[in-house]
Nanobody, 111 residues
Framework: QVQMVESGGGLAQPGGSLRLSCAAS????????MSWARQAPGKGLEWVSG???????YYADSVKGRFTISRDNAKNTVYLQMNSLKPEDTAVYYC?????WGQGTQVTVSS
């Protein structure tokens, strides 16, 4: 079955960086778009970024210029490089595709 497993979250200081990874299985990874979304405490789900099968990338305005999405089809993995982190980036980050979601990874940005 389709599975996503996120990793790489943690605590970062404002202005710092983290790289999230999402290992996917159960489908032909290279054929499908992958996306990241997040949910901040007490808020709804927010789409963050996507990458299609051709490698074209898309970003929410809130992260454009700071986050970079990429994929490694040989490893069935999608990444989210997060730079210049802000406290408002604090959230649980999820990757998803084909209607399946991972368990999420917590990102906390605080001094």
């Amino acid at each position: 079955q389709v599975q996503m497993v996120e990793s790489g979250g943690g605590l970062a200081q404002p202005g710092g960086s983290l790289r999230l990874s999402c290992a996917a299985s159960g489908f032909t990874f290279s054929n499908y778009a992958m996306s990241w979304a997040r949910q901040a405490p007490g808020k709804g789900l927010e789409w963050v970024s996507g990458i299609d099968s051709d490698g074209d990338t898309y970003y929410a305005d809130s992260v454009k210029g700071r986050f970079t999405i990429s994929r490694d089809n040989a490893k069935n993995t999608v990444y989210l490089q997060m730079n210049s982190l802000k406290p408002e980036d604090t959230a649980v980050y999820y990757c998803y595709a084909l209607g399946s979601w991972g368990q999420g990874t917590q990102v906390t940005v605080s001094s």
